[in-house]
């Protein structure tokens, strides 16, 4: 089960990141971006999922390039990604951080950086393997 820990330990790996505080929850920047932060859901989200029962544990929400790549990304079926009504029309992915696994945790972290980091940045860091 990763950790709101975890997310910091590999967010501290991407050039620039750092961890901010919004809404009282924790998030992680770049170039004053948040691409990725914790969500709690909120009443009206509990309410959404009437008798079936919400994913448990912490929730993070990681950006994503447009609705194509949400989709292509929810598609893909990974273990603990999903979304929820609040974020339609919205480009980020909902993860359910007690089912994901580090390495796609990993690359939700990094696509999500890659969206928001200054062009140099992201063209350095994908230069950089």
Do not use: C
Request: net charge negative; hydrophobic share 45%.
């Amino acid at each position: 089960m990763a950790s709101f820990d975890d997310v910091a330990r590999l967010v501290a790996e991407l050039p620039e990141a750092e961890e901010i505080e919004r809404h009282g929850n924790r998030a992680w920047a770049v170039g004053g971006k948040v691409f990725a932060w914790e969500r709690p859901f909120r009443k009206a989200d509990l309410k959404r999922f009437g008798d079936a029962t919400p994913p448990d544990g912490p929730i993070l929400a990681v950006r994503v390039e447009d609705l194509g790549e949400k989709e292509a990304v929810l598609a893909a079926q990974h273990a603990g990604f999903f979304t929820i009504p609040h974020f339609d029309g919205y480009p980020a992915v909902l993860i359910a951080l007690s089912k994901v696994s580090e390495s796609a945790l990993r690359d939700a972290l990094v696509d999500g950086w890659l969206v928001l980091a200054p062009p140099q940045l992201a063209k350095a860091y994908l230069n950089q393997g």
